[in-house]
């Protein structure tokens, strides 16, 4: 983070290069890394849904060169009145969404 905001570039090469360490260290001929994307809902909960918008873009972009799961758990409660429009723009960055 740079001055409250997600350093994309950073962020980007960070997660291609954990990816690409964790397909090599895979022992099958196929390996499939799965991610669990906790930054994004910490950034929710805190309120910095531009943030967290920022690295659901990132970890889109990162999906589309690697064989990825990106699972990215949101607390519902991170959706007040003021950010009610924050959690169909979140939703939007998914191809699905589980919520209870």
């Known amino acids: 983070m740079v001055d409250g ?8 090469e960070g997660l291609c290069d954990l990816i690409e360490s964790a397909t090599r260290a895979a022992k ?6 799965a991610i669990c994307g906790e930054c994004v809902g910490l950034l929710g909960a805190e309120g910095n ?12 972009d ?4 690697h064989n990825v799961e990106i699972m990215c758990p949101y607390p519902l409660s991170s959706f007040h009145e003021e950010h ?17």
């Open 62 to 65: 990162v999906a589309e060169l």
């Open 28 to 33: 099958t001929g196929h390996p499939r890394v």
């Open 5 to 12: 905001a997600s350093d994309r570039l950073r962020f980007f």
């Open 84 to 100: 009610a429009d924050a959690y169909e723009r979140i939703c939007a960055e998914h191809i699905a969404v589980y919520s209870r």
């Open 49 to 60: 849904v531009k943030a967290a918008i920022r690295l659901e873009e990132v970890g889109n």
